[in-house]
């Protein structure tokens, strides 16, 4: 793996305080799977009732931990009863044929013995190399470890367990209210490299103690990565191992939620959503490399679906990253990620503006333009980027990180 000295310069401040979750323990251990003096496996153990959603990559070539949870999650009514969560890091556990299979299969029986539960309700997830044969012993050891104590640890040491490239653990939480009930939302996340998610990121857990039956969750969880998870880009590859679930354990002492569309809920799924655009967020700013985090608003497109796909196009295009990082108002390779995403645009009415300058209209430079203009926005940590088509009505916003020198380095020697 590639030495990382430093903190993403986009990186918050510091990690949040975040309150505990009733009914919801964690543990980590260092088991030595890839890296040293660190912990890489991480579980969290539920209270009985507990429901769960999940959505997980739709990639062709996945691991082993996700053949499993699809065989656990349903996607249209989620995870009736979970009761534990076991991530490592520093082996995706992918490619790896039947010894995967059974690396999985190991550790759920031992989290399934260690908690007293059945198998289908302990939940897997992996995050790290490709192609490499595991040995679950180590994996087996640590889970007997942390399930051995009821000491739960914090987020901040959960988030850190699962990082693999990232250079900052990543969280986020919210509190809102049902019936007049307290309840609490945390998560946490990883993510850094080979982020082009389809319905999740590599890898993030959220934890509620709302009363929420499994079935209404992932109708949630399903609405909300959409225009989270589902909106960020890093380097436009998706991951072998995306996961992203939503554990509800019941605690909060509300009425019954009978259906997703119930306005009881409406507070809620605005803070659920809340809480993994955050997330989502900190992983394009823990962007492999990154020194911009970089908003693409295009407007003006026949529909939200080409209007994302433009927005991806943008997002996506190293032509268009590598000039954010070199500072430099290239609008024409804006243009060009337009052009190449094969949508319905007018060019005579394209609009092209980036920090509120408008730099491109009516398919030639303003004419008021000059570059001065927005040569200190370039300079910034933020920048935006808005582009009308001229077709339409519908818009999409994606997020997105520059393309330096340092994600090559990274990923030149993320096996050594």
């Keep these: 793996m590639s030495k990382i000295s430093n903190v993403s310069p986009l990186a918050p401040d510091q990690f949040p305080k975040m309150p505990s979750v009733a009914g919801v ?52 009514a989620g995870m009736p009863s979970a009761r534990a969560l076991v991530v490592n890091a520093g082996n995706a556990n992918v490619f790896t044929g039947p010894q995967g299979r059974e690396t999985v299969k190991a550790t759920v029986s031992a989290a399934a013995k260690a908690i007293g539960c059945r198998q289908k309700e302990v939940a897997v997830a992996a995050t790290g190399v490709i192609g490499e044969v595991m040995s679950p012993d180590n994996i087996v050891a640590s889970i007997e470890k942390i399930c051995a104590s009821d000491k739960s ?69 399903t609405l909300a990565v959409r225009d989270s998870f589902n909106a960020i880009t890093v380097d436009s590859d998706t991951s072998t191992s995306d996961t992203l679930m939503l554990f509800a354990t019941g605690q909060a002492d509300h009425d019954p939620i009978n259906r997703a569309g119930d306005r009881r809920l409406a507070a809620f799924r605005d803070k659920l959503r809340d809480v993994l655009m955050d997330l989502a967020h900190q992983v394009v700013r823990d962007g492999e490399g990154a020194t911009k985090f970089i908003t693409v608003k295009v407007k003006g497109a026949v529909n939200a679906k080409a209007a994302k796909r433009i927005a991806m196009s943008i997002g996506n295009s190293p032509l268009v990253k590598t000039a954010i990082a070199g500072e430099d108002a290239n609008w024409g390779r804006i243009a060009m990620a337009v052009g190449k995403s094969r949508e319905t645009i ?25 570059e001065s203009m927005i040569a200190d926005h370039l300079r910034g940590p933020d920048i935006d980027i808005e582009v009308d088509v001229g077709v339409g009505k519908a818009e999409a916003v994606i997020w997105t990180c520059d393309l330096t020198h340092g994600y090559i380095s990274i990923n030149a020697d993320y096996r050594s």
């Design 25 to 76: 323990v964690l543990g980590t251990a260092k088991a030595g799977i890839k890296y040293k003096n660190r912990s890489d496996v991480f579980v969290a153990r539920f209270t009985k009732g507990t429901q769960a959603a999940g959505v997980l990559t739709r990639s062709n070539v996945i691991g082993a931990p996700i053949e499993w949870c699809r065989q656990i999650i349903d996607p249209n």
């Design 153 to 221: 640890t914090g987020w901040k040491k959960a988030a850190s367990a699962i990082m693999t490239t990232d250079t900052f653990p990543k969280g986020a939480w919210a509190q809102t209210e049902i019936d007049g009930v307290p309840v609490r939302i945390c998560g946490i996340a990883k993510g850094s490299g080979m982020i082009a998610p389809d319905m999740a990121t590599m890898l993030s857990f959220v934890y509620t103690d709302a009363a929420i039956p499994s079935p209404i969750l992932q109708t949630l969880l």
């Design 346 to 370: 007018d060019a005579k009415k394209l609009r092209i503006s980036m920090g509120n300058v408008c730099l491109s209209k009516g398919g030639a430079v303003s004419a008021d333009y000059e």
